[in-house]
């Protein structure tokens, strides 16, 4: 039975025993980096699809938790940074999980539009 046995667990009796110094593991914060190339590509493409329509938008990213939602805002506000023909309002609704939703969005909205209506000036 134990020639199975990798290098990061060893049976003992019932129990598998797993060598926590063999693992490398991830915070759960939000890096601003793309360690996996993909949340880059999606930034990417929703920035082309911004600066090439002519028009206004409203996106909304929904995925599981963890999934790179707030990653790929991230790398966006990044493409942007410099851009002052495109002002992003950003909004993350699970700051506000367990308050009131639309109150929230509305108070941080209106907040937007008086900075941005003061940076036109």
Do not use: C
């Amino acid at each position: 039975m134990e020639k199975n046995k990798s290098k990061d667990t060893a049976k003992t009796g019932t129990q598998l025993k797993v060598h926590p110094e063999n693992y490398t593991y991830l915070k759960d914060t939000l890096s601003g980096e793309d360690e996996f190339g993909f949340h880059e590509d999606v930034a990417k493409s929703l920035k082309h699809l911004i600066d090439n329509s002519g028009e206004s938008h409203i996106v909304a990213l929904k995925g599981n938790w963890g999934s790179g939602k707030s990653s790929t805002i991230k790398l966006l506000e990044k493409e942007y940074k410099s851009d002052d023909k495109v002002n992003l309002f950003l909004f993350d609704a699970w700051e506000f999980e367990n308050g009131y939703l639309r109150q929230a969005f509305l108070y941080k909205f209106i907040k937007w539009l008086k900075i941005y209506s003061k940076m036109k000036d």
